[in-house]
């Protein structure tokens, strides 16, 4: 379970890095794609880096110690792995798309009170993603 802020800011890393690594494995298998698929890779590990930078920020020990006014399970925040054509692959991306925007979206909820300016930033990041689809839907 996710219960403090560093848990939280973890799993979104871990989120982030994740998708930009089957991005970046899509670009190979679908060099049709390649430079759209980079490029929202890239994307990927800078909105890990925006997170990180707010939380570097504003952390102190009562922050830290804070606690999540309501837990999230990690396990409802997971990424597949895609398989199969262009189409079927973005399909997958897409989904995974989703998980991580639904996961900003409920930390912002949540997040204001353990960081100023977390739920901003991650709602910021799941309007960037919501914005990305268009891009990937192209795609396929």
């Known amino acids: 379970m996710i219960r403090t802020t560093s848990q939280l800011i973890a799993l979104h890393g871990l989120l982030e890095d994740r998708l930009a690594e089957i991005l970046r494995a899509q670009a190979q298998l679908h060099p049709e794609a390649a430079g759209v698929l980079g490029k929202l890779a890239d994307e990927d590990i800078q909105h890990k880096e925006m997170i990180l930078k707010v939380y570097r920020e504003g952390v102190t020990d009562a922050f830290e110690v804070g606690f999540l006014s309501k837990p999230m399970d990690e396990d409802d925040y997971t990424v597949r792995e895609p398989k199969g054509s262009l189409a079927s692959a973005i399909k997958t991306i897409l989904l995974n798309e989703d998980t991580v925007t639904r996961l900003c979206k409920e930390a912002a909820k ?23 689809r268009a891009l990937l839907e192209s795609l396929a």
């Open 110 to 132: 949540d997040a204001n009170q353990l960081i100023p300016s977390l739920p901003q930033r991650f709602l910021r990041l799941a309007k960037r993603k919501e914005k990305r």
